[in-house]
């Protein structure tokens, strides 16, 4: 009887548990395929003349799973086409969902700027920033609870200041354990906040990241994505997208072309994450050439899909080169 009475006992714990796991989340993020889209047939431009083009440059994209419980990450460790990171390499463990989605919202608009800053600047615009804002304070550097994401600088050391290279030299003329002395904007109120220096990457920094305002930009460009698309990872494919509508002929070629990579307003192409997820896709829509920011080659060696050709690029000029000049094209490096 007592014997019935354990296995009994155990057989309900082994329900509870089984039970208990398919409400487990786990500290994973699952990356698959995301949504491909043509830039070209997603922008619209005000106050300058457009041009058609015959072919197609795709934005790729990779689907998060941020709520992965127990027995949906063993189906995505059988599934080829999926990829388990720990979450702590994509996100905080402090971000929610909900800051999440806000975060990657921003970011793509912000990239939608940058690209069309970059590409009015190369086609012929002389766009120039207006401020500079605070986006985030690195945790525990000397302006932590000092400055604030969202505050506007408007004066370093008593100088006006209206871009990130001004507040950069203004850092940079300080000493480690020097102070540098800020005006902001925060709110509708203005501030004075004195930031210690400190040295990290052998520079002297005070523990913040900027982004540069611009004011209204003489041709106004809108990208409408579907898909609840996010992040930074689209800008190159935006950026050559304006600038093909924005000049004669046709860069594309009559080709169909997709790529990835944060955009710099230097023109830098910058690397992203799930690249090899975004090949597959590529691969699968039947598309045969993939620009790849330089820094990305490693990381998706071995997991290039047959007949997919990667071209590598480190700024906006490559890609451009490669599109415009055939022989560019037959000889542009790989990875």
């Known amino acids: 009887m007592r014997q019935r009475v354990t296995a009994a006992v155990g057989l309900i714990a082994l329900i509870a548990l089984v039970f208990a796991l398919n409400f487990y989340r786990m500290p994973v993020v699952a990356l698959s395929l995301g949504p491909m889209e043509d830039v ?31 027995y949906e990450a063993l ?21 929610s969902p909900t800051d999440i989605d806000k975060e990657n919202v921003a970011l793509m608009d912000r990239s939608k700027e ?14 120039q920033p207006s401020g500079v804002e605070v ?15 969202g505050d506007k600088i408007r004066q370093a050391d008593g100088h006006a200041v209206a871009s990130i290279e001004q507040v950069r030299k203004a850092i940079n003329r300080h000493r480690v354990g020097e102070r540098v002395a800020f005006r902001v904007d925060r709110g509708r109120t203005q501030k004075d906040v004195s930031v210690q220096v400190q040295e990290a990457d052998n520079q002297p920094r005070v523990g913040i990241l900027l982004r540069d305002l611009f004011p209204e930009l003489p041709v106004k460009v809108s990208i409408q994505t579907q898909n609840n698309i996010g992040g930074p990872s689209a800008g ?12 004669p002929g046709d860069l594309t070629g009559g080709r169909r072309i997709a790529g990835t990579g944060e955009i710099g307003l230097d023109g830098a192409v910058l690397p992203v994450g799930g690249v090899a997820e975004k090949l597959i896709a590529v691969h699968r829509l039947g598309v045969t050439t993939f620009f790849i920011p330089a820094d990305n080659c490693t990381g998706v060696r071995g997991q290039v899909p047959d007949g997919v050709r990667l071209v590598k690029v480190s700024t906006i000029e490559d890609a451009l080169r490669f599109l415009r000049d055939p022989k560019v094209a037959a000889t542009a490096p790989g990875c």
Not at 137 to 145: E, K, L, Q, R
Request: charged fraction near 25%; avoid cysteine; hydrophobic fraction near 45%.
């Open 114 to 127: 940058t690209a069309t800053v970059v590409a009015l600047r190369e086609v012929g615009y002389r766009i």
């Open 135 to 149: 986006t985030q304070v690195v945790s525990g550097a000397p302006a932590d609870g000092k400055l604030l994401a």
């Open 40 to 70: 070209l047939a997603r922008l619209k431009v005000e106050g300058s003349r457009v041009y058609d083009s015959e072919g197609k440059l795709y934005l790729t994209s990779v689907g998060i799973d941020d709520n992965v419980r127990f």
């Open 75 to 95: 189906l995505d460790m059988a599934n080829r086409d999926v990829q388990l990171l720990p979450r702590a390499q994509l996100y905080p463990d402090e971000q």
């Open 236 to 247: 190159l494919m935006f950026t050559l997208s304006i600038i093909d509508k924005l000049t």
